[in-house]
């Protein structure tokens, strides 16, 4: 049992790549890139996860990585065919331009 | 200083560097790229954590089908760089810019806890009696196929469904 890196730090990273994902989602404008920063902050809770896993030496953790690593393939594929058909309609990925459904 | 946290060190920060790049490039392609590059950060820091299998499934799944996939679709819908230039300074962006640091803050202040009583990273697991190495393939496939046996039946329901949804949603319709 060797504690080169406290658990603290493992936790730290994934609080700002979370954060980091969560600007991009708020700031981005082209939809692919919004999904990108939604794989970031998916990718920084898997961290968390994987990191408790080690520490406490319970495996449910990785067993939940799995899932939801499978979860976001699915997610992937089926948000990638809805920003499919918008482009065929509209002709753009820029999400501000989809504004038909406003009042 | 040892090596395995100077690997820690130089991977966290690229890895947080590629993240920056991805969010705020505006090419797509080179976010696409720097998200590949993110996700071998990350698969680095699951095998400093003793994650083997999750570190190579994260290369196989994330870097290998998903960004195959987005880099695809950035490469059918042929979007060039984000050129359209009105809206630099608005609202939402600097409201963005401002509270995103703040949840960084919060998120911060829940997750710097005193390690005390931490012993490090467990090495040796005892499932069902038998002593496996932490995050070997073997424990992995001991606890998936024994405790969480109905979740993963249910995930393949979940692939099936999210094929199907993907073709309907993505073919042409011919009339």
């Known amino acids: ?103 | 200083m040892s090596v395995t946290f100077i690997f820690f060190a130089i991977t966290a920060i690229l890895a947080i560097a590629s993240g920056i790049i991805t969010i705020s490039s505006k090419n797509p392609v080179v976010s696409a790229i720097s998200l590949i590059f993110h996700f071998f950060m990350l698969a680095g820091l699951y095998l400093t954590l003793q994650a083997q299998f999750i570190a190579v499934i994260q290369i196989l799944v994330y870097a290998g089908a998903i960004m195959v996939l987005v880099v695809f679709v950035i490469m059918l819908l042929n979007i060039g760089k984000e050129n359209y230039r009105e809206e630099i300074y608005s609202f939402r962006k600097a409201a963005a810019l401002l509270l995103g640091p703040v949840l960084a803050l919060l998120l911060l202040s829940i997750f710097m806890v005193n390690p005390s009583s931490d012993n490090g990273i467990v090495e040796t697991i005892n499932y069902n009696g038998i002593n496996y190495t932490a995050g070997s393939v073997e424990l992995i496939a001991d606890v998936l196929y024994t405790d969480y046996l109905f979740p993963f039946e249910a995930i393949a329901i979940l692939l099936i469904a999210a094929i199907l949804g993907a073709v309907v949603l993505a073919k042409r319709n011919l009339h």
């Open chain 1, 1 to 103: 049992m060797y504690q080169e890196i406290p658990l603290n730090y493992y936790l730290i990273l994934s609080a700002i790549l979370f954060s980091i994902g969560t600007i991009g989602v708020l700031t981005r404008r082209n939809a692919i890139v919004i999904f990108m920063s939604i794989e970031l902050m998916l990718n920084s809770v898997n961290l968390t996860l994987v990191a408790f896993a080690s520490f406490m030496g319970d495996t449910a953790g990785q067993i939940f990585v799995f899932f939801v690593m499978a979860v976001a393939a699915a997610e992937a594929a089926v948000g990638l065919a809805i920003i499919l058909a918008l482009f065929r309609k509209k002709k753009t990925v820029y999400v501000d331009k989809f504004n038909i459904l406003k009042w």
